[in-house]
């Protein structure tokens, strides 16, 4: 499984974004999907995640109702829908696909929110 990111850029305060991570080889069914994201000097946190199988998702409180994190499994592509965005927000964001031991990662895409 590959997955590479791509969306990413630089937008206002308050603006919104979306991210997509396409999987190429398989599918996301059977997956654990999340969207990361570091911030320069700071550790890798997770922003949301979704279940490959029956979609049910989870945000961390610093993103809940901003953050909407999709899938579409017939394009292999998982998104994040980035609203309300904040200076905070800027990092770069990676998707992480999880099945049982095996985890893999995209390469990033760097996201900048900034007037």
């Known amino acids: 499984l590959r997955l590479a990111e791509s969306g990413g850029g630089l937008v206002q305060p308050g603006g919104s974004l979306r991210l997509s991570c396409a999987a190429s080889?398989?599918?996301?069914?059977?997956?654990?999907i999340a969207w990361f994201r570091q911030a320069p000097g700071k550790e890798r946190e997770g922003v949301a995640c979704?279940?490959?199988?029956?979609?049910?998702?989870y945000y961390p409180e610093s993103v809940k109702g901003r953050f909407t994190i999709s899938l579409d499994n017939a394009k292999r592509t998982l998104y994040l829908q980035m609203s309300s965005l904040k200076p905070e927000d800027t990092a770069v964001y990676y998707c992480?696909?999880?099945?049982?031991?095996?985890?893999?990662w995209g390469q990033g895409t760097q996201v900048t929110v900034s007037a």
């Open positions: 979704i279940s490959g199988n029956d979609g049910t998702t």
């Open positions: 080889g398989y599918t996301f069914r059977d997956y654990a």
């Open positions: 992480k696909a999880i099945m049982g031991r095996s985890a893999y």
